[in-house]
């Protein structure tokens, strides 16, 4: 089994910047896709970004591109969030989950932890 524990969110200002972690813990294969996906009040969870566990391959929501960029140290099994050019729609909850293949698909993750709160305000 994998466990996933996000860590990093917080209360920021439009503008600034937020770098999430998610440290995982288990058995995790090298074609295994890693995921952050984000979920705000009244709304249904969103794809954010995922990458390969064991690299070259990326993806990212068109909301966020060009300001979020994700990123793993395979030595520390940790994936990480780094958030540019924060703005007041980008709040939410942010999840790190785990699918079997590389995949943007919420329904083909399936490994979740429980959760970071990322508030911005204006």
């Known amino acids: 089994q994998v466990q996933l524990v996000e860590s990093g969110g917080g209360l920021v200002q439009a503008g600034d910047s937020l770098r999430l972690s998610c440290a995982a813990s288990g058995r995790i294969f090298s074609g295994y896709g890693m995921g952050w996906f984000r979920q705000a009040p009244g709304k249904e969870r969103e794809f954010v970004a995922a990458?390969?566990?064991?690299?070259?391959?990326?993806s990212y929501a068109e909301s966020v591109k060009g300001r979020f960029y994700i990123s793993r140290d395979n030595t520390k099994n940790t994936v990480y969030l780094q958030m540019n050019s924060l703005k007041p729609e980008d709040t939410a909850v942010y999840y790190c989950?785990?699918?079997?293949?590389?995949?943007?698909?919420?329904?083909?993750?399936?490994?979740w932890g429980q959760g970071t709160q990322v508030t911005v305000s204006s």
């Open positions: 989950a785990a699918a079997p293949w590389e995949s943007t698909i919420t329904s083909q993750y399936q490994y």
């Open positions: 990458i390969r566990w064991s690299g070259g391959w990326t």
